[in-house]
């Protein structure tokens, strides 16, 4: 029998300052801000009314579905990275690196990719804005503040104040008429030669069966209907950046990703997110007037079909433009 030799490993302590933060003050939004319908003015038309689910219809009516659903949005997160090997494809690496930028992320949940990205750039300051406050209240690097607010309301900062935005996973929370809001609010925020860049995931599952199909299309029917969101926000998130006048140099990247474990780890984790966000959207969907248990085993038995398929893909986007 071999010996187990161990060496002594020297652990750099982080200062204490850089990952603990006294509570801030969060702002309490008042109650009516989280009805289902808000009257905003919308660009263009006056007075259009503008459906938002970012409430708890969407992510659970209590602590444990919300809980739930930040483990999702890690999960999310770290397989988006994967997939990319980055966090963002803007071409600001420099700027994040050698600058203090200013960053912000919009809707950023569970605050997964501001926390992962402000560790690597510890020079920029970057800030997480939602309407829920799922992000972290104390535990965070120096260099990050949330706070939570409303993108379709005016957000809390002056003109031309970020160096990059970045919005993800906003398909299921914003209509078509608030991504155009919530584009032009945000280009006011950022600065001119800013970058703004948004990631979407399609949930078209390129080569499904009929159970994956009827499972997706009754999703999206029932969306549509109950809130008027589309879960295919790609084409919304395209169109949004390239018509808004102040916007320049657009970019796109997209890759297919498989979907099951004949696509390895990844493949594995985008089945798994497939069947985990169908299963949280439980009460936004009313679990399709079935049973709890009924709908649970209708998202089962669909993700079962795609595993045996071994060809299905879904498609993740990138879009990405600088500020005139
Ligand atoms: C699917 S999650 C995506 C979270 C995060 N961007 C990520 O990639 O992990 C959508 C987030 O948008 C937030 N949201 C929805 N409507 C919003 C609004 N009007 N203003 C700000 N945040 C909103 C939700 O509370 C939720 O945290």
Redesign the pocket.
């Known amino acids: 029998m071999g010996r187990i030799h161990s060496k002594s490993v020297q652990v750099q302590v982080m200062p204490r300052d850089r990952y603990y933060q006294k509570p801030t003050q969060i702002q309490t939004m008042p109650r009516d801000r989280y009805k289902q319908k808000c009257s905003i003015s919308s660009p263009g038309s006056s007075n259009t009314t503008i459906t938002?689910?970012?409430?708890t219809k969407?992510?659970g009516k209590n602590e444990a579905q919300r809980n739930d659903?930040c483990d999702r949005?890690?999960m999310?997160?770290f397989s988006?990275r994967d997939l990319w090997k980055s966090n963002f494809s803007s071409p600001i690496e420099d700027l994040l690196t050698n600058k203090r930028a200013k960053v912000l992320?919009?809707?950023?949940?569970?605050?997964?990719?501001v926390l992962d990205t402000s560790l690597n750039y510890p020079k920029s300051e970057f800030y997480g804005?939602?309407?829920?406050p799922?992000f972290p209240q104390c535990i965070k690097p120096s260099n990050v503040t949330f706070s939570?607010?409303?993108?379709?309301?005016r957000l809390p900062y002056d003109d031309n104040v970020f160096d990059y935005i970045?919005?993800?996973?906003?398909?299921?929370?914003?209509t078509r008429s608030?991504w155009e809001y919530?584009i032009k609010e945000l280009v006011r925020v950022l600065k001119s030669g800013g970058y703004i860049e948004i990631?979407e995931i399609d949930n078209i599952w390129v080569n499904e069966g009929p159970r994956a199909g009827k499972l997706r299309s009754q999703a999206i029917r029932t969306l549509i209907r109950k809130y008027n969101v589309c879960l295919m926000s790609s084409p919304l998130a395209r169109r949004t950046l390239r018509e808004n006048n102040q916007l320049t140099d657009f970019h796109q990247e997209k890759k297919m990703v498989p979907m099951g474990s004949w696509g390895g780890k990844l493949g594995e984790v985008f089945l798994e997110n497939a069947r985990w966000?169908a299963k949280n959207l439980k009460s936004a969907v009313d679990s399709f007037g079935m049973s709890d248990v009924r709908y649970d085993t209708m998202i089962d038995s669909a993700m079962n079909e795609i595993e045996l398929k071994k060809n299905v893909f879904d498609t993740v986007h990138r879009f990405w433009a600088k500020k005139l």
Do not use: K, N, P
Not at 52 to 55: I, K, P, S
Not at 105 to 113: L, Y
Not at 129 to 132: G, S
């Open positions: 938002y689910v970012g409430d969407m992510y659903e949005l890690h999310a997160h988006i992320d919009v809707g950023c949940g569970a605050g997964t990719w804005i939602d309407i829920l799922l939570q607010c409303d993108i379709l309301q970045h919005m993800r996973f906003m398909g299921s929370s914003l608030a919530a990631c966000g």
